[in-house]
């Protein structure tokens, strides 16, 4: 994906980063982060703002994810980042920000996804509630192992990139299966580094999540 304009520019860079940081406070920080291990958000995201003031003050982010969905192949737009400046708030701003996004959404993909703890702010759009469910499981019986160990990036990274590229769709029914940069900048995101992912040579695998006493996330 090309850079979008907004992004080149370096003082349109600069608000944005600005608006994103003012609801995600570590957010600016940690996208510079996932760009220099080589997943770059300039380029996954396609930016729509509102101004006021001579200045942007709302976005909405778009990216284009690839899916397995319902046994097909199929991609879709994922909304995300979707912030105001506090002192802009209710305005309309982030509507109008919404609504360039969807217009833009709405003859290039089948459908778009979001992901929010506050549904009600997005159902206006269109967007409804699917489901999702968590399943929990014992640990196996017998000693603990000791296989899988922190990502080291100088070492790691072109493995886990390449196992990434390969890997198979963890369901049929819904799963992300791009080649690595959403998993790599969600990754970033999370936690401002690597320190989400461990791997485990010898099974040529890689394991996302958090280890918290027997608890595996």
């Given at each position: 994906m090309q850079i979008h304009p907004l992004y080149r520019d370096p003082r349109a860079r600069g608000e944005l980063l600005a608006v994103l940081g003012s609801a995600f406070s570590t957010l600016p920080g940690k996208i510079d982060a996932a760009r220099a291990l080589g997943w770059d958000w300039d380029t996954t995201t396609t930016p729509f703002v509102d101004r006021a003031d001579g200045q942007i003050v709302s976005h909405v982010g778009v990216l284009d994810v690839p899916l397995r969905l319902a046994g097909r192949?199929?991609?879709?737009?994922?909304?995300?980042?979707?912030?105001?400046?506090?002192?802009?708030?209710?305005?309309?701003?982030?509507?109008?920000?919404?609504?360039q996004a969807l217009a833009f959404v709405e003859p290039r993909w089948e459908l778009a996804q979001l992901f929010t703890s506050q549904p009600s702010l997005y159902e206006p759009f269109g967007f409804r509630v699917i489901a999702t469910g968590q399943w929990e499981a014992d640990r196996p019986p017998g000693p603990r192992g000791d296989l899988a160990r922190p990502l080291d990036p100088e070492?790691?990274?072109?493995?886990?990139?390449?196992?990434?590229?390969?890997?198979?769709?963890?369901?049929?029914?819904?799963?992300?299966?791009?080649?690595?940069?959403?998993?790599?900048?969600?990754?970033?995101?999370?936690?401002?580094?690597?320190?989400?992912?461990?791997?485990?040579?010898?099974?040529?695998?890689?394991?996302?999540?958090?280890?918290?006493?027997?608890?595996?996330?």
């Open positions: 192949a199929a991609r879709v737009a994922g909304i995300h980042a979707v912030c105001t400046l506090p002192s802009h708030r209710r305005r309309g701003c982030y509507r109008r920000a919404m609504e070492t790691d990274l072109a493995a886990l990139c390449g196992a990434l590229a390969r890997r198979a769709p963890l369901s049929d029914r819904y799963a992300v299966v791009d080649d690595g940069w959403l998993l790599g900048i969600d990754a970033v995101l999370a936690t401002g580094d690597l320190s989400l992912l461990r791997r485990v040579p010898q099974l040529d695998a890689f394991i996302a999540g958090r280890l918290e006493g027997d608890r595996l996330t």
